[in-house]
């Protein structure tokens, strides 16, 4: 059974930093890509950043220049460097992977981590 846990969440000033990160564990054949989505109260979860197996990465408008996405293959993880936060990044922020889980291709979920921007 695949697991991502994700670390990293609280609460910061407006222009402060975070990092989040997302360990992924279970029967891992290959993971093709590892994104973040973020969800604020009242609207709909939106993807943030994306890292294919390739090297190639997305990033939402509102986050680029201000978030990096990275990832440590060896270490099943994926981690969300945000840098001059705003008040209206705050959200919960998912983890979510593309797995090859012992030859079969899903799409799993981390349980969430909240992240506040506020003074």
């Known amino acids: 059974q695949v697991q991502l846990v994700e670390s990293g969440g609280g609460l910061v000033q407006p222009g402060g930093s975070l990092t989040l990160s997302c360990a992924a564990s279970?029967?891992?054949?290959?993971?093709?890509?590892m994104a973040w989505y973020r969800q604020a109260p009242g609207k709909q979860r939106e993807l943030v950043a994306q890292?294919?197996?390739?090297?190639?990465?997305n990033y939402v408008d509102s986050v680029k220049g201000r978030f990096t996405i990275s990832r440590d293959n060896a270490k099943n993880t994926v981690y969300l460097q945000m840098n001059s936060l705003k008040p209206e990044d705050t959200a919960v922020y998912y983890c979510?992977?593309?797995?090859?889980?012992?030859?079969?291709?899903?799409?799993?979920w981390g349980q969430g981590t909240q992240v506040t921007v506020s003074s």
């Open positions: 279970g029967s891992i054949f290959g993971i093709y890509a």
């Open positions: 890292i294919f197996s390739s090297g190639s990465i």
């Open positions: 979510n992977a593309d797995i090859n889980e012992r030859g079969r291709r899903g799409l799993y």
